[in-house]
């Protein structure tokens, strides 16, 4: 099973062991488009068009000074890079060992810098949105669809892929043909009761927090699902409660997840 999440806006501050390498990061096949993007950012500078181009503000231009350095900077593993809601949810680090290993081997995380990394890739904290536009590079969200889809299948393999990203980053790899037909995408909808009615509506920050949940059960679980039916029904039976949506033939199975507490 192969779990796509997407990185978080939060991040530790600083990391704490060696510098960045990009040869030892997972995806090697991904190298050459990775430093091309490093090497856009760094050169970037803090001047108004740099904070353009990552759409910070005024007063956020210690990210483009952290983002200077980062050839330089002290790197930590991916997973606990991202700090945001959903890792928090996830909690990597109070895992039971079996699961951490398998975490380690089943989730990619989505970045608009490195493409896709996982959580025990070592790399520095740094900002550059999925929606930013490098000079030299352009936009990342394209820049990425044309880099990824190779390096995606192969670590897709032949199993199932449960697809967790947000849209801006499902946008970089869209699965296709038999991947796409093993490939579940989930949607968080909270369910209340509105004057006796039970109304549905899309969530965001708790959504964030039901796929770090759902994430953690299933590595807790040792759940090994070879098929996306098989992955349909470890949620189910992990009490999450799953409804499929229609799908057009060659499209990922769409799912909702109903939640009616936050």
Same mark, same amino acid.
């Given at each position: 099973?192969?779990?796509? +999440?997407?990185?978080?806006?939060?991040?530790?501050?600083?990391?704490?062991?060696?510098?960045?390498?990009?040869?030892?990061? =997972?995806?090697?096949?991904?190298?050459?488009?990775?430093?091309?993007?490093?090497?856009?950012?760094?050169?970037?500078?803090?001047?108004?068009?740099?904070?353009?181009?990552?759409?910070?503000?005024?007063?956020?231009?210690?990210e483009l000074r952290r983002n200077?350095?980062?050839?330089?900077?002290?790197?930590?593993?991916?997973?606990?890079?991202?700090?945001?809601?959903?890792?928090?949810?996830?909690?990597?680090?109070?895992?039971?060992?079996?699961?951490?290993?398998?975490?380690?081997?089943?989730?990619?995380? =989505?970045?608009?810098?490195?493409?896709?990394?996982?959580?025990? %890739?070592?790399?520095?904290?740094?900002?550059?949105?999925?929606?930013?536009?490098?000079?030299?590079?352009?936009?990342?969200?394209?820049?990425?669809?044309?880099?990824?889809?190779?390096?995606?299948?192969?670590?897709?393999?032949?199993?199932?892929?449960?697809?967790?990203?947000?849209?801006?980053?499902?946008?970089?790899?869209?699965?296709?043909?038999?991947?796409?037909?093993?490939?579940?995408?989930?949607?968080?909808?909270?369910?209340? %009761?509105?004057?006796?009615?039970?109304?549905?509506?899309?969530?965001?920050?708790?959504?964030?927090?039901?796929?770090?949940?759902?994430?953690?059960?299933?590595?807790?679980?040792?759940?090994?699902?070879?098929?996306?039916?098989?992955? +349909? =029904?470890?949620?189910? %039976?992990?009490?999450?409660?799953?409804?499929?949506?229609?799908?057009?033939?060659?499209?990922?199975?769409?799912?909702?997840?109903?939640?009616?507490?936050?």
């Open positions: 099973m192969l779990i796509l +999440l997407p990185p978080s806006e939060g991040k530790a501050d600083a990391g704490t062991g060696r510098r960045l390498d990009l040869a030892r990061l =997972s995806l090697p096949e991904l190298t050459g488009a990775r430093d091309e993007v490093l090497t856009a950012l760094v050169a970037l500078g803090d001047d108004e068009a740099a904070l353009a181009a990552l759409g910070l503000g005024v007063g956020q231009r210690g200077a350095r980062l050839r330089a900077a002290a790197t930590a593993p991916a997973g606990r890079v991202y700090t945001g809601v959903l890792y928090e949810a996830l909690d990597l680090a109070s895992l039971p060992a079996t699961a951490q290993r398998t975490a380690s081997r089943s989730v990619l995380v =989505s970045s608009g810098l490195w493409g896709a990394v996982r959580l025990t %890739d070592r790399i520095p904290p740094y900002r550059c949105p999925i929606g930013a536009k490098l000079p030299g590079v352009g936009a990342l969200s394209a820049y990425w669809r044309r880099a990824l889809a190779p390096a995606m299948v192969a670590a897709a393999g032949d199993g199932p892929v449960l697809d967790l990203r947000s849209g801006a980053y499902a946008a970089t790899w869209a699965p296709r043909g038999e991947v796409a037909a093993r490939t579940v995408t989930v949607r968080v909808l909270h369910e209340r %009761d509105v004057d006796g009615v039970p109304v549905r509506s899309v969530v965001s920050h708790f959504n964030k927090a039901t796929k770090g949940r759902l994430v953690r059960d299933l590595l807790t679980a040792g759940a090994r699902p070879r098929t996306a039916d098989e992955l +349909l =029904s470890a949620l189910r %039976d992990l009490k999450y409660p799953v409804l499929e949506q229609p799908t057009p033939p060659g499209r990922p199975r769409q799912v909702d997840v109903v939640v009616t507490q936050l």
